[in-house]
């Protein structure tokens, strides 16, 4: 077994080389390691001075998160840092790749820090719902001042060596691998006869006391809900009002309160199922395709949109539209987009050309999509048509290109069926805007080859989105888990809930936006046109909302049209549209309901057990492979708040039990609607948690 670090000597430097695949995370035995090489280099007569460096792709990524939660094994990353500071011969960092959370607090323990070029630093505890508990807070101010170490600390950005270094908290950018940038700078401070420079030792600068307060009031504002980034204001602020140990003991006091929040909890459950989510039995070890051309099918906002973020990220692009017209319309509106990301910085004026003039074809014949790799047809939802495309999408497309749907509810295995080739047939359901919005469903069909669902994988990984495996219902699994708690947001309004009264409670909880707000920015004519087509299928028994048509049949569709729930004669400053209550008490009158009081716990109760009670029913039916896949859904493409690690994580922390008696109460008043999942049922029975079905 490899030592965690290793311990070298060159040319009178001893070299600590911190060896932990894959990112250098500082576990226990790292902490000890460095312990043991700080010491052991401290008392060889033959080192002059330290460097510690980082094996592998990166310096280190941060404390070990793995380990969060359970109880600390010593020596713990403050100490390790504080004895590192007060070495008797000079230490240098010399970092690469990414130098993270406590690998950045090592370094600045370290008394000078050197970079490659390429390499970034960052403190992102606060995206953990922690803060930097091993001296970041206290020592990054003295480097860099109040106001850079509170933007790097409250938003746990990674900045450049370049910015590093123009913000004085890297000493140097030197060419080559990180053991020569090291040894040369370091060999370079024993010439000069440069001595330990601890960073404790450097006296904060001067700043203006209102700017703690300005922070924590602008951080609250941007990060709503959220406990640590207002605690990291409070530890920065330590540093500029206590000496350096009694800020330390500060930062550590925080840090502990943060590490044992629930919010410190959802989020280190969000960062490992993000990273989980794509691990699947099923594409393990299966190459996938290679796609460097893909096709689109329609250029309405969603195949624009796919279009778009397909050549931001390098892909060539032929969309088929059906008139010379919605050609010319489907070009301005992905030549729109790109010029947004022109006015945003993030693209400049000669790439948008090159994208647009040689990177997108827009055509009328699908023999133009003769060479695509994949093919992704975003139409009108509307079986028929979806044949009609994939029937031509069959004659046109070379052996082994990928035909994709991007449906977001009709039957793929049925769309296959037309092919003479079902196993190259899957669903990529993306959400809109679909340059934006990071979330992909790659819906498996009944006869999608393996390697075609390794091929969606690849594909979201290239286009920077989330992928996440479902299987085929109405609606996979978000949409299918979205219409029951929207069904569930109806009929607490038809039981005497105003919509503003449910969207502020949602609010509270920690979404963006609440669920009739989303309705009005997504158009009320499509919840319409849903419930249209779902009509003909309905139980006698289910209680759809009439409101809503109503509304719909005023031509009020929401943000587009000026008014839906909400009135938008002032977009920035909408406000309850003052008619729909008149329609919502018809609707409650001709069903004989006599409107009760709902409290914000009330509406919170009932929304999440309705969203968690249809999520395990998509786990047990096999939809959602994982209860992770389901978080990662909600927390990429509906809102769900992040520190809360995903409805079936809030489900867990909340505890089973609670929210199956909550289903069983509220079914007392609606068996129809209010059916527990056997699966939780199960789970309840057992004493089991969602997350032990997480593998
Ligand atoms: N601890 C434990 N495991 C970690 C880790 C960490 N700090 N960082 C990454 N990993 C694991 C990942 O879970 C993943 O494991 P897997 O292969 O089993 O799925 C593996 O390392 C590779 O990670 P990524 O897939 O994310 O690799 P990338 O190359 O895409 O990204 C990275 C690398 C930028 C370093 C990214 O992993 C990252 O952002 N890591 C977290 C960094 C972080 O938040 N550090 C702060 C930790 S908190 C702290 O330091 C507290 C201190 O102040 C006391």
Request: net charge negative; with cysteine.
């Amino acid at each position: 077994m490899t030592e965690p670090v290793a311990y070298s000597v060159t040319d009178r430097i001893a070299v600590l080389r911190v060896q932990n695949p894959p990112v250098n995370a500082l576990s226990q035995a790292v902490r000890a390691g460095l312990d043991a090489g700080l010491a052991r280099a401290l008392a060889d007569d033959g080192a002059d001075a330290i460097l510690i460096l980082g094996d592998g792709r990166t310096f280190i990524a941060g404390a070990d998160i793995s380990e969060f939660g359970k109880p600390l094994a010593a020596p713990g990353l403050p100490d390790v840092v504080n004895r590192i500071e007060a070495a008797g011969k000079p230490v240098v960092a010399a970092l690469h790749g990414t130098a993270l959370g406590g690998g950045l607090e090592v370094a600045l323990g370290a008394h000078y820090r050197v970079a490659v070029p390429g390499a970034k630093v960052g403190l992102p505890e606060v995206l953990l719902g922690i803060l930097p508990g091993a001296g970041g807070t206290q020592r990054t101010p003295r480097l860099t001042g109040a106001e850079a170490a509170l933007d790097m600390i409250t938003t746990g950005k990674h900045i450049s060596a370049t910015e590093a270094l123009r913000i004085g908290l890297i000493d140097a950018i030197e060419d080559g691998s990180p053991e020569e940038a090291g040894l040369r700078f370091t060999r370079r401070l024993l010439v000069e006869g440069a001595g330990p420079r601890p960073t404790r030792g450097i006296a904060p600068a001067p700043h203006d006391p209102a700017l703690f307060d300005a922070w924590r009031a602008k951080v609250a504002a941007k990060t709503r809900g959220q406990i640590a980034p207002v605690t990291c204001v409070d530890a920065v602020e330590a540093a500029f009002t206590l000496p350096f140990d009694a800020g330390l003991k500060r930062e550590r006091e925080l840090f502990s309160g943060l590490m044992a929040s629930p919010q410190r909890e959802g989020l280190i459950h969000a960062f490992f199922i993000e990273r989980k989510v794509g691990k699947l039995p099923e594409i393990a070890g299966v190459t996938p395709r290679d796609v460097a051309w893909i096709g689109v099918i329609g250029g309405g906002t969603m195949g624009a949109g796919i279009a778009a973020a397909a050549l931001l990220n390098g892909l060539s692009v032929t969309l088929v539209e059906q008139t010379e017209a919605a050609r010319g319309a489907a070009h301005a509106r992905i030549a729109g987009i790109l010029g947004d990301s022109v006015a945003r910085g993030k693209l400049t004026e000669p790439a948008r050309d090159t994208l647009l003039g040689d990177r997108l074809t827009c055509v009328t014949e699908y023999a133009a999509l003769a060479d695509a790799d994949l093919v992704i047809e975003a139409a009108f939802e509307d079986m028929a048509v979806k044949k009609t495309i994939f029937t031509a999408l069959d004659q046109h497309c070379k052996p082994g290109a990928i035909l994709a749907t991007n449906t977001s509810y009709l039957d793929i295995n049925e769309i296959a069926a037309v092919t003479a080739r079902p196993g190259d047939v899957i669903g990529l359901h993306f959400f809109s805007p679909a340059h934006v919005m990071r979330l992909l469903e790659v819906v498996v069909a009944e006869h999608t080859a393996p390697e075609v669902t390794a091929t969606g994988f690849a594909l979201a990984k290239r286009l920077k989105k989330v992928a996440v495996r479902a299987g085929v219902c109405d609606g996979f699994i978000g949409n299918r888990i979205l219409a029951s708690y929207r069904m569930a947001a109806d009929h607490m309004v038809l039981e005497g809930a105003t919509p503003y009264a449910i969207d502020a409670a949602m609010v509270d909880f920690g979404f963006a936006m609440g669920p009739f707000a989303v309705s009005d920015l997504a158009g009320l004519d499509i919840g319409w046109a849903t419930r249209k087509r779902l009509a003909p299928l309905r139980h006698p028994n289910d209680r759809i909302a009439k409101f809503a048509d109503m509304m719909c049949e005023e031509g009020w569709f929401g943000r587009k049209t000026g008014r839906g729930f909400y009135d938008y004669t002032d977009p920035k400053r909408p406000v309850p549209n003052p008619q729909v209550a008149a329609m919502i008490d018809a609707d409650r009158a001709a069903r004989g309901i006599t409107p009760r009081a709902f409290t914000a716990e009330d509406i919170q109760r009932r929304y999440m057990a309705a969203m968690i009670n249809e999520a395990a029913k998509v786990v047990g039916d096999g939809i959602a492979a994982r209860p992770l896949d389901v978080d990662v859904t909600l927390l990429y493409g509906y809102g769900f708040p992040r520190w809360r690690g995903g409805p079936m994580k809030y489900a867990d922390m909340r505890g089973l039990p609670s929210i199956l008696a909550d289903i069983e109460a509220f079914a007392q008043d609606d068996p129809h609607f209010w059916h527990p999942a056997p699966l939780l049922t199960d789970l309840v029975a057992r004493g089991a948690s969602f997350d032990s079905l997480n593998g």
